[in-house]
């Protein structure tokens, strides 16, 4: 498969050459497949296969009426980014950990956030659409949120496709203590 830095290169290959001639119909259809192809296969876009191996708990929350809809941002550790503790104490979590304005979304709710399933992670694995209302911050007012990514700007990569977006969001219940690791979240 290619990577994103190759379907770009690809796409700017191809529309810059043959500088003003026609390019026949099946040619520019079989590009544009290429394409969708490579980006479909990058991190952080949404694998469709992973989302039909939904829970039942997980198709009844992607399917119900969201009880929020937030505009997202996303944050990372490092070089400017967070450090430290979320609100709630804990060491925040990549890629689960929600900073949220308590308002609006309490903190220590487990959240659904239907955009996020199948989300293809910079490991390979897909996300399960479970993050955790841990922190909050200065800027966060209304029905924003911001999603931590990790550690460093290229942590954020994979959740790119979701920054400055408005997300639907499910509630799926409370957590005691701290967000869980990665490994246990989703059960």
Known sequence: MLSTAAALAMLWTMA???????????TAVARDA???????TAPGSIDSAETAD???????????????????????AGGGGATGNDSLGCRPIPMRTVAVDPRVIPRRTKLFIRETVGLRMADGTVHDG??????????IKGAKIDLYT???RASMRPAMSLNMKTLTIADAGD?????????????
Request: proline fraction near 7%.
């Open 34 to 40: 290429a394409i969708v192809e490579a980006a479909a």
């Open 175 to 187: 957590f005691d203590g701290c967000p869980p690791a990665w490994e246990t979240a989703s059960n």
């Open 16 to 26: 810059f050459s043959g500088a003003g001639e026609p390019v026949p119909y099946e």
């Open 54 to 76: 939904l829970s039942a708990e997980q198709l009844e929350l992607m399917a119900g009426d969201p009880d929020w809809r937030a505009s997202a941002r996303l944050y990372h």
């Open 150 to 152: 990790g550690h460093g």
């Open 130 to 139: 479970y993050w955790y209302a841990s922190d909050t911050g200065g800027a």
